[in-house]
């Protein structure tokens, strides 16, 4: 084994080998303190969800719904053992998170005898300060989600869901997992203010990265939205301009500990020399703590009432208001929840205007170069100081020219700063004068110049054998026509993607619209009455299910849309490469069939074959006297599969029979490739359809025996393979 692990790789291992055992050594002598903390965080977990957590979520949930829509909100179990088993799952993760912390500290000094110990170079109370800003900053993330965020969004969800004629009866466990991963990315989401300082302060990602790739951060805050929230546009936009807000604070408080590193001095020229950062900070936390602490207690010894009584009828009618802010009563409502609630909201109206005023001062004045930049010409010398000055490198004057030397020599001069003039005009002069001095002459030149040819040709050569003379069956000649092709489609891109987001947007509204309800209506309206019970419903198990069956179902339809156009305008750069032959017209036909194939299968499929197929299962729930739920997801797919499927399945061996017109593959070579279509059929069978391998089977069986029906057609036509034999054309 010694010839597979390297020296390295070995040391790695048995160094992680002893922190574990010094680890589990510590577990072994502190066991009981660790159990007793998983134990406790499990049991208060446990029964805080069952006792109050369950409700308080639900309240969450339909806090800013109709009572309509609230009414028809459920959340329900589907399994005996779901509520419970969740709980525990959900204690134990609890308990597991509390008691790691507790078992790491305990094995400290085993940790540090071995040196696995991280040296932090920071004083307890800034220890201190950081883990509770982290941990306020997580709460204040999770605060607006439950506050703000969640509510309105189940109310756009559970309203959208009733729109299309379909019930929002959310699944315990879909529900609370949805729950939770938006809370941990809200909470996640908030630590970018200290993610971003503590790189920046630490000099692990500069200042000027964070200022530079800022259309970077809002693309990944917007791809970041699109995977941790509904795909829609209005809660997209809920969670991704609160993050951009907090970017640009977090800017500018990167910038602020970028120059009390860079500077060393809080009252530096870039933070503003009358009044030091620290001077600030105090009394903007002193103005935030008094209207904390203040309103609420104005709340809670009936400020409102004396205002309404005493003080509102004294004011001119043009101001006087007109109906009391209900503070006294919300506060009567929810107790102690909403005296914190107005705290907050006075602690923030108060900060808001002084905050924002601060920061954008803060990102108005220039900041401080870094001692060893990476890029010497972005480097501004305006607000460096004279010691600041001598320990720059030299780069960065070799990177400057004259006039620009000469501007920061004439600034400095403004500012009363004559030393520091002088001083970037005699290290411009000194490092000009040795770059001229170590100038190579020019047969020197030559000869290097000579070198590198030879070198380069020498490595061409060495090359040609990867890139010249491709064998077509060989990967890398795969690879290369498939670009070839990709590149001779990169003008007409521009056209493709109109037209499929024209097809996405035109289907996406008509189903969001209340196309998905019409046709559930129409649909259900065309089954036998014997098997058409009132008490029928279509739910929604998942809060988003209904959101990302309607972008599906658009994003298939919009991709399929542009089959045709990728074949047409690909079709010369793959007849160059051989791989079709000269009748371009194929796929005209091709289009033309397939759309009057899936237009009649469509039509046979919903007025005959699907009512036949669902009627004959929901007969025999009916007859075993159960109520009929069926899940939108499951529901509608069985729809399309039976309707739009037909279509489908009637377009393969037409689509055999264009291709082998077309010249792109033989009758033996579609015989020949028979496995590789049926893996790649059921492949795409499991990626798009339910997850489950009855529907794999379901939809793949079919779609091999069509398959094979094109294969007996093109058998008949060809006489067994032996008339119209296909020959691909050589590459040249």
Same mark, same amino acid.
């Given at each position: 084994?010694?010839?597979?692990?390297?020296?390295?790789?070995?040391?790695?291992?048995?160094?992680?080998?002893?922190?574990?055992?010094?680890?589990?050594?510590? %577990?072994?002598?502190?066991?009981?303190?660790?159990?007793?903390?998983?134990?406790?965080?499990?049991?208060?977990?446990?029964?805080?969800?069952?006792?109050?957590?369950?409700?308080?979520?639900?309240?969450?949930?339909?806090?800013?719904?109709?009572?309509?829509?609230?009414?028809?909100?459920?959340?329900?179990?589907?399994?005996?053992?779901?509520?419970?088993?969740?709980?525990?799952?959900?204690?134990?993760?609890?308990?597991?998170?509390?008691?790691?912390?507790?078992?790491?500290?305990?094995?400290?000094?085993?940790?540090?005898?071995?040196?696995?110990?991280?040296?932090?170079?920071?004083?307890?109370?800034?220890?201190? $300060? !950081?883990?509770?800003?982290?941990?306020?900053?997580?709460?204040?993330?999770?605060?607006?989600?439950?506050?703000?965020?969640?509510?309105?969004?189940?109310?756009?969800?559970?309203?959208?869901?009733?729109?299309?004629?379909?019930?929002?009866?959310?699944?315990?466990?879909?529900?609370?997992?949805?729950?939770?991963?938006?809370?941990?990315?809200?909470?996640?989401?908030?630590?970018?203010?200290?993610?971003?300082?503590?790189?920046?302060?630490?000099?692990?990602?500069?200042?000027?990265?964070? @200022?530079?790739?800022?259309?970077?951060?809002?693309?990944?805050?917007?791809?970041?939205?699109?995977?941790?929230?509904?795909?829609?546009?209005?809660?997209?936009? *809920?969670?991704?301009?609160?993050?951009?807000?907090?970017?640009?604070?977090?800017?500018?408080?990167?910038?602020?500990?970028?120059?009390?590193?860079?500077?060393?001095? %809080?009252?530096?020229?870039?933070?503003?020399?009358?009044?030091?950062?620290?001077?600030?900070?105090?009394?903007?936390?002193?103005?935030? !703590?008094?209207?904390?602490?203040?309103?609420?207690?104005?709340?809670?010894?009936?400020?409102? $009432?004396?205002?309404?009584?005493?003080? @509102?009828?004294?004011?001119?009618?043009?101001?006087?208001?007109?109906?009391?802010?209900?503070?006294?009563?919300?506060?009567?409502?929810?107790?102690?929840?909403?005296?914190?609630?107005?705290?907050?909201?006075?602690?923030?109206?108060?900060?808001?205007?002084?905050?924002?005023?601060?920061?954008?001062?803060?990102?108005? @004045?220039?900041?401080?170069?870094?001692?060893?930049?990476?890029?010497?010409?972005?480097?501004?010398?305006?607000?460096?100081?004279?010691?600041?000055?001598?320990?720059?490198?030299?780069?960065?004057?070799?990177?400057?020219?004259?006039? $620009?030397?000469?501007?920061?020599?004439?600034?400095?001069?403004?500012?009363?700063?004559?030393?520091?003039?002088?001083?970037?005009?005699?290290?411009?002069?000194?490092?000009?004068?040795?770059?001229?001095?170590?100038?190579?002459?020019?047969?020197?030149?030559?000869?290097?110049?000579?070198?590198?040819?030879?070198?380069?040709?020498?490595?061409?050569?060495? *090359?040609?054998?990867?890139?010249?003379?491709?064998?077509?069956?060989?990967?890398?000649?795969?690879?290369?026509?498939?670009?070839?092709?990709?590149?001779?489609?990169?003008?007409?891109?521009?056209?493709?993607?109109?037209?499929?987001?024209?097809?996405?947007?035109?289907?996406?509204?008509?189903?969001?619209?209340?196309?998905?309800?019409?046709?559930?209506?129409?649909?259900?309206?065309? +089954?036998?009455?014997?098997?058409?019970?009132?008490?029928?419903?279509?739910?929604?198990?998942?809060?988003?299910?209904?959101?990302?069956?309607?972008?599906?179902?658009?994003?298939?339809?919009?991709?399929?849309?542009?089959?045709?156009?990728?074949?047409?305008?690909?079709?010369?750069?793959?007849?160059?490469?051989?791989?079709?032959?000269?009748?371009?017209?194929?796929?005209?036909?091709?289009?033309?069939?397939?759309?009057?194939?899936?237009?009649?299968?469509?039509?046979?499929?919903?007025?005959?074959?699907?009512?036949?197929?669902?009627?004959?299962?929901?007969?025999?729930?009916?007859?075993?006297?159960?109520?009929?739920?069926?899940?939108?997801?499951?529901?509608?797919?069985?729809?399309?599969?039976?309707?739009?499927? !037909?279509?489908?399945?009637?377009?393969?061996?037409?689509?055999?029979?264009?291709?082998?017109?077309?010249?792109?593959?033989?009758?033996?070579?579609?015989?020949?490739?028979?496995?590789?279509?049926?893996?790649?059929?059921?492949?795409?069978?499991? +990626?798009?359809?339910?997850?489950?391998?009855?529907?794999?089977?379901?939809?793949?069986?079919?779609?091999?025996?069509?398959?094979?029906?094109?294969?007996?057609?093109?058998?008949?036509? $060809?006489?067994?393979?032996?008339?119209?034999?296909?020959? @691909?054309?050589?590459?040249?």
């Amino acid at each position: 084994m010694s010839g597979v692990v390297d020296q390295g790789t070995a040391e790695s291992i048995e160094s992680g080998r002893e922190s574990l055992g010094a680890i589990l050594s510590t %577990a072994q002598q502190e066991l009981q303190k660790v159990f007793l903390v998983f134990v406790t965080g499990f049991l208060l977990t446990f029964y805080a969800l069952r006792i109050w957590v369950w409700d308080w979520l639900k309240a969450v949930t339909v806090s800013q719904m109709d009572p309509d829509i609230a009414e028809q909100t459920e959340i329900i179990v589907t399994t005996p053992f779901e509520v419970i088993l969740l709980q525990a799952k959900i204690g134990i993760m609890i308990g597991i998170l509390i008691s790691l912390p507790v078992l790491v500290y305990l094995s400290r000094r085993e940790l540090k005898e071995r040196g696995r110990w991280p040296e932090i170079g920071m004083s307890r109370g800034k220890q201190i $300060t !950081v883990g509770t800003l982290s941990v306020a900053l997580f709460v204040g993330g999770t605060v607006y989600a439950y506050e703000v965020f969640f509510p309105i969004m189940f109310d756009f969800l559970a309203s959208q869901a009733i729109g299309v004629g379909v019930a929002p009866t959310y699944g315990i466990v879909d529900w609370t997992e949805f729950l939770i991963l938006l809370t941990l990315s809200f909470g996640l989401a908030a630590q970018l203010p200290l993610m971003m300082t503590g790189l920046s302060y630490a000099g692990i990602v500069q200042y000027e990265t964070f @200022r530079d790739k800022w259309k970077y951060a809002i693309i990944g805050i917007f791809c970041f939205g699109a995977l941790f929230s509904p795909p829609d546009p209005f809660t997209l936009m *809920m969670w991704a301009v609160p993050l951009i807000a907090l970017y640009g604070i977090s800017l500018a408080l990167t910038k602020v500990a970028t120059n009390i590193r860079r500077a060393g001095d %809080a009252k530096d020229v870039a933070l503003g020399p009358e009044a030091g950062l620290r001077r600030k900070l105090v009394a903007m936390f002193a103005l935030g !703590v008094s209207a904390g602490l203040g309103v609420p207690a104005f709340v809670y010894y009936g400020g409102p $009432t004396y205002l309404w009584t005493e003080v @509102r009828p004294s004011l001119p009618a043009a101001i006087r208001p007109s109906e009391p802010l209900g503070l006294s009563a919300y506060v009567a409502a929810r107790g102690t929840i909403a005296l914190v609630e107005i705290g907050l909201v006075a602690v923030v109206a108060v900060l808001i205007v002084p905050g924002l005023l601060y920061l954008l001062d803060v990102l108005r @004045r220039p900041v401080h170069p870094p001692l060893n930049p990476s890029d010497p010409t972005a480097v501004d010398l305006r607000p460096v100081s004279l010691e600041q000055l001598e320990a720059m490198p030299d780069d960065v004057f070799r990177a400057m020219d004259e006039e $620009t030397a000469v501007e920061y020599a004439s600034d400095a001069i403004a500012a009363d700063e004559r030393a520091k003039a002088s001083r970037i005009l005699d290290r411009f002069d000194a490092v000009h004068e040795e770059a001229d001095e170590s100038e190579q002459p020019p047969d020197e030149d030559a000869e290097a110049q000579s070198t590198g040819e030879v070198v380069q040709d020498t490595a061409t050569g060495m *090359m040609s054998a990867f890139t010249d003379e491709q064998d077509e069956d060989d990967i890398g000649g795969y690879i290369h026509d498939i670009r070839f092709i990709a590149d001779s489609l990169r003008s007409r891109m521009f056209h493709m993607f109109i037209v499929f987001a024209v097809v996405l947007a035109a289907v996406f509204t008509f189903l969001y619209q209340g196309g998905l309800g019409y046709i559930k209506d129409d649909f259900v309206g065309r +089954m036998p009455a014997a098997v058409r019970p009132e008490e029928m419903t279509i739910i929604a198990l998942h809060p988003v299910e209904v959101l990302i069956f309607i972008v599906k179902v658009s994003t298939i339809l919009g991709a399929f849309t542009v089959v045709p156009m990728i074949l047409y305008y690909a079709w010369p750069s793959m007849q160059e490469l051989g791989w079709v032959g000269e009748r371009r017209d194929v796929i005209f036909k091709w289009t033309a069939g397939t759309v009057l194939a899936l237009i009649g299968g469509t039509v046979l499929g919903y007025f005959v074959i699907a009512p036949g197929i669902i009627s004959y299962l929901v007969y025999d729930a009916l007859q075993a006297g159960m109520i009929i739920s069926y899940r939108i997801n499951s529901f509608a797919w069985l729809i399309i599969f039976t309707t739009v499927g !037909v279509g489908l399945l009637a377009i393969i061996p037409y689509t055999m029979w264009m291709l082998y017109l077309g010249g792109i593959a033989s009758y033996g070579a579609m015989r020949d490739r028979w496995r590789e279509v049926t893996i790649a059929a059921f492949v795409l069978a499991g +990626m798009f359809t339910p997850a489950t391998v009855l529907t794999m089977f379901i939809v793949g069986i079919p779609v091999m025996i069509f398959y094979w029906v094109g294969l007996a057609g093109l058998w008949l036509a $060809t006489l067994g393979g032996r008339r119209g034999r296909y020959v @691909r054309p050589q590459t040249t």
